[in-house]
């Protein structure tokens, strides 16, 4: 019995620290300052492609509220490398496009830690299309 308190009592530690971590990260008014030298986003509907955990839908939900309806989509020129992109002729990234509003595109921000870990910047996509990508600073 003993063993199984202590069991579940680290098992709900562990949670709550997950937990306040997501609130911290995704959520919270604090830990996230959005640098003065980031261009505003402009109104209206923004594609943003995305090759990492941004690809699975609970993971959207928490970011910015919706799972959307996200469409297949390649990088040509590049490779994964950990959690960036490195040019690489002859290769290709596969990942989903997603449609957000400028709101949503500010929580995608808030997540990536726009200016601080990531840039966004505009890629033009295997399909001609061109979408925003997080890249590593």
């Not at 680290?10 to 609130?23: C, D, N, Q, R």
């Not at 090759?51 to 609970?58: I, M, V």
């Amino acid at each position: 019995m003993r063993v199984l308190r202590y069991a579940l009592g680290s098992t709900l530690g562990v949670t709550l620290i997950g937990a306040g971590y997501l609130w911290w990260v995704l959520l919270s008014p604090f830990g996230y300052e959005r640098p003065a030298d980031v261009p505003t986003i402009r109104s209206g509907e923004h594609q943003v492609f995305v090759y990492g955990t941004l690809t699975h839908a609970p993971v959207r939900w928490l970011v910015y509220g919706r799972t959307g309806d996200p469409e297949t989509a390649s990088l040509p020129g590049f490779r994964q490398q950990a959690l960036d992109l490195v040019t690489e002729p002859g290769q290709r990234v596969e990942g989903v496009v997603l449609n957000v509003s400028a709101e949503e595109l500010r929580a995608l921000d808030r997540y990536e830690r726009l200016g601080y870990r990531y840039e966004r910047v505009r890629i033009r996509l295997s399909n001609g299309g061109e979408a925003w990508v997080y890249r590593r600073l």
